[in-house]
């Protein structure tokens, strides 16, 4: 996991000391957002009069060596300003902010294409170089694919808080999240499935979340919120409330009705001592098993 960890952060570094991208009158912009390996930041310009074919093929402008890519995927055209997107008969479909496209739909900037299990931005306009700063930096703090922050951001907020509750003499709670028997909905309806429950299950959880509060994709399948200034009653509850939120309505999945349940280990501390992230992590998450081993769908505190 480090090693994966420092191979994100050599990429994150290399994007961020990229150029922006100049729009030149009529030209837009990709910019890959996940997965990482993708070509995580990688821009990919969109020239006038041009079209830019995308899919898994070598020889493809855009080659994206991922299976759930088709070869030709889909075809990306600008007439003098105007992008439009089609599909190309592709396996898995191609989708704009989370909607199949039909017909060949106007691209707005800002939109997020999906390709497979690729996720792209589409750029365009006066402000692109600001708005192209601004996706990576994001993508040094937030998961492209559900839109929680990172687990290294979780790590560095999460020692603030621990010191600032030192200072203060305040509660702090972690809960640990984990879907339960996430490894089914893949084997059962492939890795696009898995990947909409994953964004539907931190939606809901994210619904949940108050503004003070820090939500973020420990890895994989685990989740994991931060709760400053919460005691241990506190902490159930919002894990609660949390848990009926992603079980008490299936997920619609491209037709499919799929019913999701999370554990949920939680761990509080008041006054915290000499507590560590580190600690705090390792108490949480053994909660979390407890809640697992005992069934599943349930708190543990």
Do not use: W
Not at 32 to 58: C, D, F, N, Q, T
């Amino acid at each position: 996991m480090e090693d994966l960890e420092d191979e994100f952060q050599t990429k994150v570094t290399k994007i961020k000391n990229m150029p922006a991208p100049v729009n030149h009158g009529k030209e837009g912009f990709l910019v890959i957002m996940y997965p990482p390996e993708a070509g995580l930041g990688k821009r990919i310009s969109i020239k006038e009069s041009s079209s830019l074919v995308i899919g898994r093929h070598p020889d493809v402008p855009l080659h994206l060596n991922v299976d759930s890519v088709s070869r030709r995927h889909a075809q990306i055209d600008n007439i003098d300003g105007t992008f439009t997107i089609r599909d190309l008969g592709s396996t898995n479909g191609t989708y704009i902010n989370d909607k199949p496209i039909r017909r060949q739909p106007l691209l707005q900037n800002g939109d997020i294409i999906r390709i497979g299990t690729v996720l792209l931005k589409f750029l365009t306009g006066a402000d692109i170089e600001a708005n192209y700063h601004d996706d990576v930096y994001r993508l040094t703090i937030i998961d492209a694919l559900t839109e929680a922050y990172n687990k290294r951001y979780l790590l560095d907020f999460m020692e603030r808080e621990i010191e600032r509750s030192k200072r203060g003499n305040e509660p702090l709670s972690l809960v640990m999240i984990d879907i339960d028997h996430f490894k089914k909905f893949n084997d059962t309806y492939g890795h696009l499935i898995g990947d909409l429950v994953l964004r539907e299950v931190a939606r809901r959880i994210q619904s949940t979340v108050r503004k003070n509060e820090i939500f973020a994709r420990y890895g994989g399948e685990e989740f994991s919120v931060l709760l400053p200034v919460t005691d241990a009653k506190g902490a159930v509850e919002f894990a609660e409330r949390a848990r009926r939120v992603v079980c008490d309505t299936p997920l619609e999945a491209e037709g499919n009705q799929v019913t999701v349940t999370i554990s949920l280990g939680v761990f509080s501390f008041c006054p915290p001592g000499s507590m560590s992230s580190d600690e705090l992590i390792k108490l949480a998450d053994a909660n979390l098993y407890r809640a697992k081993q005992a069934g599943r769908n349930q708190v543990v505190s």
